[in-house]
């Protein structure tokens, strides 16, 4: 590197409110590589997404600190890239030997400082005095955190729990300025560490812990063919994070409405060919039950909500999850803002996350804001679901298979086309009423559904 240059540390960036750590996908840099703005350095691989890291400088790469395949935790360098001393720079580095000159009246004024420090420390208070006095403790030797550096009854506590009484009572009295010069005890110190290091909790269960995986004992040893083992997918370690996630903090209840989709049947074959040579997608009535089911919580803002302790925290924008299912794996892609869009809209949306997702293209973004899960189970045949709450949200809502069935209607019976709707709910945010009179108007939507009703 030459004098006009100067390192700038990359460091690992916090890629989502739950991610603590990444992986080292692949680097696309290596040392002495230009580099530009905004262009990537590496892969960086989550446990939601793949993404790439955009460089926010100009310059040339330095150092590579991580390898590929490495975990790095947020917040740590992962390289370096030399860039250009600015003019501004080269102030600094004048400011520097100013500084340095006038370092020596610096170092008067912290003597002054500490002058001021030490008068401070020699003021004890009685229940200090009593302590010290009970303990055989000599007060020079311990460290103190009040002001202007003053002991305090707590300073002494801690220093007896340190171990510090016995040091104090083998120190030599002749030697109490030795305390200027000494460190404090390594013991303190490294519990002090050890203490900022740990990481703050915010509820029972850390996003950074991962599930404990149960052993398996296999019948036979492992030659046998009678079973075979999978490894665990840090996606589907994440999945199994979030349900008992959800399940351990959230009290689940569940209720169910039927619906007569006959109309919606009528509309959507009325339309489906037309739809599919104009916008090269298919019309599927996941995207009508969605516009049923937004108009619904625009009614009902509560199911859009999520549990925040002492508050509850309804949304504004009304950002749907999709339930999209791989063959190994589930994600939830957010359709954002989806009540400022028609049936279409929603229709397009819906066939380009789906697409996303089985092709593995999906962003980070496109999995961040949801606040509302709807799930089609019916797609698999299912008649019937139990979902669990997608964490932190407020319910989640499957939409079942369409059955033809004989129904009574006006003391007549009629086959009509039926379908189940089924909706977990937060049962510390929703209720029963509530949540019946939403899906009572999910039902009235859908059921409004006419051959006439517009697409766009």
Known sequence: MSDNQKLTDVIMPQLAESLVSATIG???????????????????????????????VDGVMGELLAEEGQVVNVGEVICRIAVPVTVSDAANVTNTSTNASTSSNDVAGQKATSTAGDTMRARYSPAVQTLAAE??????????TGMGGR???????????????????????????????????????????????????????????????????????????????????????????????????????????EVDVTNLVALRNKHKDEFKRKEGINLTYLAFLMKAVVSAIKDYPIM?????????????????????????????PVIKKADQKNVAGLAREIDELALKTREGKLRLEDMQGGT????????FGSILSYPIINYPQAAILTFESI???????????????????????????????????????????IEGYTPDTKLY
Request: charged share 20%; hydrophobic share 35%.
């Open 26 to 56: 692949k680097w696309l840099k290596k040392p002495g590589d230009p580099v530009e703005q905004y262009e990537p350095l590496c892969e960086l691989i989550t446990d939601k997404v793949n993404a790439e890291l955009p460089s926010t």
């Open 135 to 144: 303990h055989n403790i000599d007060l020079t030797l311990v460290p103190g």
């Open 151 to 257: 002991i305090t009854r707590k300073d002494v506590l801690t220093f007896l729990e340190s171990g510090g009484a016995t040091s104090a009572a083998s120190t030599p009295a002749s030697q109490p300025a030795s305390f200027v010069s000494q460190p404090p005890a390594p013991q303190f110190v490294q519990e002090e560490v050890k203490k900022a290091e740990e990481p703050l909790r915010h509820s029972g269960l850390h996003l950074s812990e991962s599930p404990r995986i149960p052993t398996i004992e296999v019948e036979g040893g492992r030659g046998s063919s009678s079973e075979y083992l999978i490894d665990v997918t840090p996606i589907r370690n994440t999945i199994a994070t979030r349900m008992r996630q959800s399940v351990s903090e959230i009290p689940h209840a569940w209720t169910m409405i």
């Open 304 to 332: 859009n909500s999520v549990w925040a302790v002492d508050k509850i925290i309804v949304k504004r924008d009304i950002n749907i999850s999709l339930a999209v299912g791989t063959e190994d794996s589930v994600m939830t």
């Open 372 to 379: 509302f899960t709807v799930n089609n189970t019916g797609s």
């Open 403 to 445: 059955v033809k069935r004989p129904v009574v209607i006006n003391d007549m019976i009629g086959v009509r086309s039926m379908a189940n709707i089924c909706l977990s709910l937060d049962h510390r945010i929703l209720d029963g009423v509530i949540c019946g009179r939403f899906l009572q108007r999910v039902k009235d939507n």
